[in-house]
Every structure is written in C-alpha cells, then in structure tokens.
C-alpha cells in the first residue's frame, strides 16, 4: 500500500468524529520491551474549520483578551505551515463552515474562500451546515 493510500485510509477513519483536535497518536504499539521502534509512528493531526468566509484577523473581545488582533488565515497557513515543517505525518482535517458569514463571502458567494483554503493542503474534509447557504 502506498503512502498516499495509508494516509488517505487513516484519514477516512478518523475524519468521521468531527471532533479532532490537534494531538499525535501511535499508530502501531510497540509493547515489547527492546529499544526497536521501528513499528512505531505518530501522526499529527491538524484541525481547522468555523472560518465562517472571514480571512482578516480580529479583536479578540474575551474578557481576558488584550485587545490584540488574532487569527485571520495568514495566522492560519502560519501555523499549519509550522507544524507541517515539524512533524513528518500530518492529516489536517476541516470540519466546515467555511464559505458563509462575512462580507466578502457574501459578496463572492463563499469564492473569496474557496480559493484561499485551497491553498491549506487539507487531506480530509466535510462540509458544514454553512456550505449550504448559497444552494448546493
């Protein structure tokens, strides 16, 4: 089995909880008690979604916030940048939301998006209850 193909099986299995956050896992258990780690390999995960068709960064307004600018996707490819670099089996999953909500989406019916998240090598997808605002 190629790369391509246990990457996209393992994908499949885990996509399907909808509730990934970033983590590594074991992949294959190594219970014996010798140094060989060999059947062994951890899988970072990455998980986005809720961008809700805005790309700029925001205020944050919590009550425990500083009133800096956070997020936006230049943050977003940022970091998924970063952790791409670091780890060597990465899946980024996104769970949705992601064409409707602001402005600009509105006004590009969720391509203002589509063409930005594109760019995220995102392995697994669904779409959200929001990828239906401008019909199927």
Same mark, same amino acid.
């Given at each position: 089995m190629t790369e391509i193909k246990k990457?996209? !099986? !393992? *994908?499949?299995?885990? *996509?399907?909880?909808? *509730? !990934? $956050?970033?983590?590594?896992?074991? $992949?294959?258990?190594?219970?014996?008690?010798?140094?060989d780690d060999d059947n062994e390999a951890e899988i970072t995960f990455i998980h986005s979604g809720d961008f809700h068709g805005d790309y700029h960064p925001h205020t944050n307004a919590r009550g425990d916030a500083a009133g800096s600018l956070e997020g936006g996707m230049?943050?977003? $490819?940022? $970091?998924?940048?970063?952790i791409r670099e670091d780890e060597d089996n990465v899946i980024h999953v996104h769970t949705g939301?992601?064409?409707?909500?602001?402005?600009? *989406?509105?006004?590009?019916?969720?391509?203002?998006m589509v063409r930005m998240v594109d760019q995220l090598g995102i392995d697994v997808s669904t779409p959200g209850n929001w990828e239906w605002a401008y019909t199927p």
């Open positions: 990457k996209a !099986l !393992l *994908a499949a299995m885990f *996509a399907s909880s909808f *509730a !990934l $956050v970033t983590s590594t896992a074991p $992949v294959f258990a190594d219970d014996d008690d010798d140094d230049a943050r977003a $490819v940022t $970091v998924i940048n970063e939301d992601t064409i409707h909500g602001s402005g600009e *989406a509105s006004i590009t019916k969720g391509m203002n």
